[in-house]
């Protein structure tokens, strides 16, 4: 099993330029969510959807756009990157819609925007 | 607003000691609790999760309390080894009707356990 693959796991950017991460899971997962870790800021919540052709923000979505149009992707989009937008970005995603529920992360996507 | 805090921030071990990490929120209403192991470099692994109405989950040489009264849970490792060395997280998934799921996560202790 795949899991959650997540794709570039590695991407470089100039201020301004724009790029999509996507997400893949392979569980048959309704939730899916986009967080951002950095240092000292633990990881914190940018976008989720609670299934197929449905988005909400999360704690920092201020630069980020997602769109979920099959339930197996989510993806992630920087329209105009920004220095402050250099981190690791993790996909999740679960199951269940309430109560029980593990959440399953992605390796990661490390973006550096100069 | 949720907040969970993990003391210690670090926390480093001869190999064969028993340890605990301690988590702490402020907000008692969760539906659940996970634990989470990352590696450097890695994404995060999934190690307990323990839902609201039950008090410990174990796994192996791990196993986990929650206390939701008094917004606390510990992560107790036995007989520590080497390959322990991680940062482990942990995580509470809010009770409230506009959750969605969502996870607030804690800063992470950083393991290292010397041989």
């Known amino acids: 099993n795949a899991g959650v693959t997540q794709t570039p796991k590695f991407r470089v950017l100039k201020t301004g330029q724009s790029m999509t991460l996507l997400c893949a899971q392979d569980m048959n997962h309704e939730y899916m969510y986009w967080y951002r870790q950095d240092p000292g800021m633990g990881l914190r919540l940018i976008h989720y959807?609670?299934?197929?052709?449905?988005?909400a923000k999360g704690e920092v979505p201020d630069g980020y756009n997602v769109s979920r149009l099959k339930k197996q992707n989510f993806l992630l989009g920087l329209e105009s990157a920004a220095p402050s937008q250099t981190s690791v970005y993790f996909c999740a995603s679960r199951y269940y819609p309430e109560g029980a529920g593990e959440l399953f992360f992605g390796e990661g996507s490390r973006l550096t925007v100069l | 607003k949720q907040e969970v805090t993990q003391i210690p921030a670090a926390l480093s071990v001869p190999e064969g000691e028993n340890l605990v990490l301690n988590c702490s929120f402020t907000d008692s209403a969760i539906y659940n609790l996970q634990w989470f192991r990352q590696d450097p470099g890695k994404g995060l692994t999934s190690l307990l999760l323990?839902?609201?109405?039950?008090r410990e989950q174990t796994s192996g040489r791990l196993n986990a309390s929650l206390d939701k009264s008094s917004g606390r849970s510990t992560l107790y490792i036995a007989a520590s080894q080497p390959g322990d060395s991680a940062t482990y997280l942990c995580?509470?998934?809010?009770?409230?009707?506009?959750?969605?799921?969502?996870?607030?996560f804690g800063q992470g202790t950083i393991l290292t356990v010397h041989p």
């Open positions: 323990i839902q609201s109405s039950q």
């Open positions: 959807s609670v299934g197929e052709g449905t988005t």
């Open positions: 995580a509470t998934r809010g009770a409230g009707g506009t959750s969605y799921g969502k996870l607030t």
